[in-house]
């Protein structure tokens, strides 16, 4: 079965798009493309592959699941498309960052320019029925995304994880810290940032760590 992914993960993640569980999931991600509204629109289900290679790979921020609103969703965790009012996580984001590195917050919650630069903006489950938040839960994403963190965590060193709240803590629980940063915060959201996203300096921190292995700092 071919699936369409950067070339670069097509390669490492070849075994897991043979598993029976990724057939059925293929399966029922197109059932509901067809018979519902579904977001990310079906050619950005990849996005963050398609925008951040494997060998670029340099920092992993995990998020949940996709916007379920219209016209949010890009494929990006915690990304919206442009001219789309950003959505309060990520305006909180933008707040951390403005009060850890001084940087304005954009116009835009657009966060392409973060993936080209080797951050994997990757949700748990990277497709969602429109208005229903969690209705592609636990139909196999979970399971291909673990796989993807898995092998960046094997294959990769020097390799900052940046993992908020409860549930991207646990799904990142087996990463290597001897060989990879890993950050750990409560949620953005605004019913969590005020217990420890506010004031974390993940994004100073996370660039420090970089060039003290001899990598490019993102420009956040």
């Known amino acids: 079965m071919h699936v369409k992914i ?7 993640l070849q075994d ?13 991600v197109r059932d509901e493309y067809a018979t519902q509204k579904v977001y990310p629109s079906g050619n950005q289900i990849f996005n963050a592959f398609e925008m951040c290679p494997f060998d670029k790979v340099k920092v992993v921020i995990l998020g949940q699941d ?13 990304s919206v498309s442009d001219k789309v009012r950003t959505p309060p996580s990520l305006l909180n984001i933008f707040k951390e960052i403005k009060s850890d ?16 630069q080797g951050v ?3 949700n748990a489950t990277l497709t969602v029925r429109a208005g229903n938040a969690g209705s592609h839960q ?8 673990d796989a993807v963190v898995q092998k960046v965590n094997e294959l990769k060193e ?9 549930y991207a ?42 060039q003290q292995h001899g990598k490019e700092p993102v420009d956040w």
């Open 120 to 122: 994997l903006l990757l």
């Open 16 to 28: 897991e798009f043979e598993k029976p569980y990724f057939k059925e999931l293929v399966s029922f």
């Open 66 to 78: 996709p916007y379920h609103g219209p016209n949010q969703a890009n494929g990006l965790a915690f």
């Open 169 to 210: 803590q646990k799904k990142g629980g087996f990463i290597d810290e001897r060989k990879h940063l890993v950050l750990k915060a409560a949620h953005p959201s605004p019913f969590a940032a005020d217990r420890g996203f506010f004031g974390s300096r993940h994004f100073s921190k996370a660039n420090t760590y970089l």
């Open 101 to 116: 590195l001084g940087k304005d917050i954009p116009a835009t919650g657009n966060l392409e320019r973060w993936a080209t």
């Open 138 to 145: 636990r139909k196999g994403w979970e399971e291909f995304t």
């Open 6 to 12: 950067e070339e670069s993960w097509q390669n490492i």
């Open 158 to 166: 020097n390799v900052v994880f940046m993992l908020w709240g409860a």
